[in-house]
T-cell receptor, first 115, second 113 residues
Framework: DAGVIQSPRHEVTEMGQEVTLRCKPI?????LFWYRQTMMRGLELLIY????????DSGMPEDRFSAKMPNASFSTLKIQPSEPRDSAVYFC?????????????FGPGTRLTVL | GQQVMQIPQYQHVQEGEDFTTYCNSS?????IQWYKQRPGGHPVFLIQ?????EVKKQKRLTFQFGEAKKNSSLHITATQTTDVGTYFC?????????????FGKGTRLSVIA
């Protein structure tokens, strides 16, 4: 298995532009997580899906952020319009939550820079 | 507010010295996981602890879960330069409802050769 795949790996955009981050979870996993990592705030959970359904989006900063999971093998995180304070590394992670061992497998991340 | 505190924030050690990071919660934990993130990399799962007082070892790494299930520690014996990175604890809170894991801020370890 290739692991969790994220694209793009790097994104540089200007303030006000729309940004779409993509994630392909590990096949067979039933949960998907979007995180944001910055030096100041550490690793923050933005939203997570279970069986393609959004369960908790309380970490989504504001209405400019939206996430979808149209099927078990794909998810997107969209920022519209983007702002400089959105600059961070965005990780997608997937897991098979069974109640026994639910380790999360992280993708390589997307480094977003908003100018 | 912050539900899990991890200390220290930074640790610089000479190669060969031991290293310990601590994770503390005011809430009883269902379980705790530890992850390592190398510089420029992504978090990688190390271990999960579930039972009160549990101790697990992985080579030079020793993981411990407190008796009250409110704290945990990761101890590295005789650090090597390959141990460099940030170590995160991630906790599942019994009272957290639907949120599966809360990550600590991490402890960044530097090893001086």
């Amino acid at each position: 298995d290739a692991g969790v795949i994220q694209s793009p790996r790097h994104e540089v955009t200007e303030m006000g532009q729309e940004v779409t981050l993509r994630c392909k979870p590990i096949s067979g996993h039933n949960s998907l997580f979007w995180y944001r990592q910055t030096m100041m705030r550490g690793l923050e959970l933005l939203i997570y899906f279970n069986n393609n359904v959004p369960i908790d989006d309380s970490g989504m900063p504001e209405d400019r952020f939206s996430a979808k999971m149209p099927n078990a093998s794909f998810s997107t995180l969209k920022i519209q319009p983007s702002e400089p304070r959105d600059s961070a590394v965005y990780f997608c992670a997937s897991s098979f939550i069974s109640g026994l061992r639910d380790e999360q497998f992280f993708g390589p991340g997307t480094r977003l820079t908003v100018l | 507010g912050q539900q899990v505190m991890q200390i220290p924030q930074y640790q610089h050690v000479q190669e060969g010295e031991d290293f310990t990071t601590y994770c503390n919660s005011s809430t009883t934990l269902s379980n705790i996981q530890w992850y390592k993130q190398r510089p420029g990399g992504h978090p990688v799962f190390l271990i999960q602890l579930v039972k009160s007082g549990e101790v697990k070892k992985q080579k030079r790494l020793t993981f411990q879960f407190g008796e009250a299930k409110k704290n945990s520690s990761l101890h590295i014996t005789a650090t090597q330069t390959t141990d460099v990175g940030t170590y995160f604890c991630a906790v599942a809170l019994i009272s957290s409802g639907n949120t599966p894991l809360v990550f600590g801020k991490g402890t960044r370890l530097s090893v001086i050769a």
